[in-house]
């Protein structure tokens, strides 16, 4: 196995940055997901790392080759497209065989790498059949087929499922996983859905505007945004943002906010003005009753999300804020509620969008030393 690495790459479209001055590492043996938006780069990365584009400036390389200027053909890769490609009027035990008997193996060896692939696709009873007799999802799945059964040390996928069903995406979801559990290949997976990346990679690289903004584990990614744009792309809805004043007096950096009981300290490294304060939906503690740090709310709007859960809009003082709560409480919720946001669970964010390493604590002496929660670890 190989891993991937681009010094500085940029790509320029008639005076278009498609990828800005990219710097990054593929780690070898390990399934990568570029996370992003229609238009972020993500496909335009993929198919430089495949040669499919040429660089406009900056350096390839899979492990210590350059390969910067290698045709695709000299790069020892395998690639799935977001259509199925696949040769019709033959088997799809044909469809695998065919690039292997380019490569020359024996007939044994064919078998062998056919089977197995086959095997972890799912694809026994299909052997014999037509490939025009498949849905897209099987044909796809012969198409991963073809390119693992060569055994590439590194396999680039665009957005394969993009264009099947729900159904069929679970399936081939699943199918997935357990190929790569398997293979241990070095893998670019490219998709604009969230959902998709949490699934099936190791890490997620998120882009926008040409760059990786962030690449971490989907967890990390998710509960950790270092970028105002990570905390809204993923989650659904994505993080609660409210931009409130930060006002240094006797030595003090104090916030005060409809979100808060009462005003909090703030300690890091931050200097006086605004900031943005972002919390996750399903991080923010709605109850009927009172609590010691609660504020109140009322909700004005209520709808079922996904897994039964309630979505929540609520009103605090100026404020209008998304909730998450179980099916049975958000069932039995009056009108008037209880809210509170965990410091914890709060992250700071500055005027550019990047996130504080900066902590929050309620400033009241009423609130003892163990109630001072850490924003950052």
């Known amino acids: 196995m190989s891993e991937i690495r681009v010094e ?13 001055d990219l710097s990054f590492r593929f780690e070898e043996s390990k399934v990568t997901c570029l996370l992003g938006p229609s238009g972020c780069g993500k496909t335009t990365l993929l198919r430089m790392i495949a040669g499919l584009e040429q660089a406009t400036a900056g350096e390839i390389f899979f492990g210590s080759q350059r390969v910067t200027d290698l045709p695709p053909r000299k790069r020892e890769i395998g690639m799935v497209f977001q259509y199925p490609v696949v040769y019709k009027g033959i088997s799809v035990y044909r469809n695998i065989e065919l690039p292997l008997l380019q490569e020359k193996l024996s007939e044994q060896e064919r078998k062998k790498r ?11 009873t299909s052997a014999g059949k037509d490939i025009t007799q498949l ?19 590194i396999i680039l996928f665009d957005e394969p ?51 990786i903004l962030q690449c971490d584990t989907p967890r990390t990614l998710y509960s950790q945004p270092e ?9 659904n809805p994505g993080m609660n943002f409210f931009e409130e004043s930060c006002e240094y007096t006797s030595g003090r950096r104090l916030i005060r906010s409809p979100l808060f009981h009462d005003q909090v300290r703030v300690d890091g490294d931050l200097s006086e003005g605004k900031v943005t304060l972002g919390i996750r939906p399903e991080q923010i503690r709605i109850s009927s009753s009172p609590t010691p740090t609660a ?16 979505l929540l809009t609520i009103r605090v003082e100026g404020l209008s804020l ?56």
């Not at 500085?8 to 800005?20: C, N, S, W, Y």
């Not at 197995?116 to 026994?124: K, N, P, Q, S, T």
């Not at 970028?227 to 809204?232: L, N, Q, R, T």
Request: net charge positive.
């Open 8 to 20: 500085h790459l940029r790509k320029e479209f008639k005076g278009t940055v498609a990828i800005d």
């Open 227 to 235: 970028d105002v744009f990570g905390g809204w792309f993923l989650g």
């Open 322 to 377: 998304k909730g998450k709560v179980s099916s049975e409480l958000g069932s039995r919720l009056p009108a008037d509620v209880w809210v509170e946001a965990p410091l914890e669970r709060v992250i700071l964010f500055d005027r550019n969008g990047s996130r504080l390493p900066a902590s929050l604590t309620y400033e009241h002496p009423a609130y003892s030393d163990k109630e001072e929660r850490k924003v950052c670890p």
């Open 161 to 211: 499922i993009t264009n099947v069903d729900t159904n069929a995406k679970l399936q081939f979801k699943r199918a997935f996983k357990e190929l790569t559990l398997q293979l241990k290949q070095t893998i670019i997976y490219v998709t604009h859905d969230q959902t998709e990346a949490m699934t099936l990679a190791d890490r997620i690289a998120l882009m926008k505007d040409g760059r």
């Open 114 to 124: 056919i089977h197995a692939v086959m095997e972890m696709l799912g694809l026994e």
């Open 135 to 153: 849905d897209n999802v099987t044909r796809q799945k012969v198409a991963v087929a073809r390119a693992v059964a060569r055994q590439p040390k």
């Open 295 to 310: 504020v109140k709310g009322t909700i004005v709007r209520k709808s079922i999300a996904a897994g039964g859960q309630y």
